[in-house]
Structure formats: structure tokens, C-alpha cells
Nanobody, 115 residues
């Protein structure tokens, strides 16, 4: 069992930055692929970024070059550094831990990009 708690969301102006954190409790954090998803009002949840247990990363095209996912296995934490934020990045961001067909989710953190 893995419990995930996100933090770091908030209100930011267009062009600004935020860093999201996801702290995991439970055992064997390092074996999980970790991902950040987001869901905007009226839209489906989408994968934003993912990092595997060996550190390989992938991103949705809309955030490439602006967002960076990283993990610290010693701290059981995954991060999402978000730069050059745009209004269309406004959403609830969810942390996910995945291994084979098992998925764990955090409760989500709101990111609002607005002037």
C-alpha cells in the first residue's frame, strides 16, 4: 500500500513557476513509476509527466521544455517543476504511483494560472 500526499499548488501569474511535491509513505517507493496527471474543469484527466523506476522520463507535448519531473528515492518524493506557466495549465494536479496494474493516487492539488 502506498499513500501519496501532494503539495505546492497555488495561484501564479502567467509566466511564473511552481514546484509540486508528492510525498509517498509505504514501502519500496523506488520500484514504482511515478506520474503527474492533471484534470481541468470539463476535461478528462491527462498524463503530464512520468518517471520510471530507473529514471526515464516522458512528457505530454504541451509541457515539453517547461516542466521537469524528478524523484528523490531517499526522501520518497517526486517533484514537478513547472516553469513558464500558461493559463491552460490551470487544473487539479494528481500524483500517481504505478507498478504493473496497480495504481495509487493522491488527493490532488489545485494549480491556477491567472493574472
Amino acid at each position: 500500500q502506498v499513500q501519496l500526499v501532494e503539495s505546492g499548488g497555488g495561484l501564479v501569474q502567467p509566466g511564473g513557476s511552481l514546484r509540486l511535491s508528492c510525498a509517498a509513505s509505504g514501502s519500496r517507493f523506488s520500484i514504482y513509476a511515478m506520474g503527474w496527471y492533471r484534470q481541468a474543469p470539463g476535461k478528462e484527466r491527462e498524463l503530464v509527466a512520468r518517471i520510471t523506476s530507473d529514471g526515464s522520463t516522458n512528457y505530454v507535448d504541451s509541457v515539453k521544455g517547461r516542466f521537469t519531473i524528478s524523484r528523490d528515492n531517499a526522501k520518497n518524493t517526486v517533484y514537478l517543476q513547472m516553469n513558464s506557466l500558461k493559463r491552460e495549465d490551470t487544473a487539479v494536479y494528481y500524483c500517481n504511483a504505478n507498478r504493473y496494474f496497480v495504481n495509487y493516487w493522491g488527493q490532488g492539488t489545485q494549480v491556477t494560472v491567472s493574472s
